[in-house]
């Protein structure tokens, strides 16, 4: 089974950005449909972006459109998420997950219809 790895969190200040990184341990990537979600304290954890089988579509929740930015690199393996102008709200810890088959120009918002999940990278943010 894949194994995926985020990197990239830490601790910023209100306004600041964060690039947060997903490697697989094999090809996960490519032709797979994929996904980011965060989970803050007490709270269930929640959709944040994903990106088609194709590559070529993107879907943002409403709370991070125009300050994430999602992009992968299959030839590496990785995918990643630019993050600004981050605010207290962002702080979580952020999963990055993979799904075989489906539709290749689908997006897919719902954490069950994932097949693998990474251990998660926790972002904070304070001042």
């Known amino acids: 089974q894949v194994q995926l790895v985020e990197s990239g969190g830490g601790l910023v200040q209100p306004g600041g950005s964060l690039k947060l990184s997903c490697a697989a341990s094999?090809?996960?990537?490519?032709?797979?449909?994929i996904g980011w979600f965060r989970q803050a304290p007490g709270k269930e954890r929640e959709f944040v972006a994903a990106?088609?089988?194709?590559?070529?579509?993107?879907a943002y929740a409403d709370f991070v459109k125009g300050r994430f930015t999602f992009s992968r690199d299959n030839a590496q393996n990785t995918v990643y998420l630019q993050m600004s102008n981050l605010n207290p709200e962002d702080t979580g810890v952020y999963y990055c997950?993979?799904?075989?088959?489906?539709?290749?120009?689908?997006?897919?918002?719902?954490?069950?219809?994932?097949?693998?999940w990474g251990q998660g990278t926790q972002v904070t943010v304070s001042s």
């Open positions: 094999r090809r996960a990537f490519s032709g797979y449909a």
């Open positions: 990106n088609s089988r194709s590559g070529g579509i993107t």
């Open positions: 997950s993979v799904k075989g088959g489906g539709s290749y120009h689908d997006v897919y918002e719902k954490s069950y219809e994932y097949d693998a």
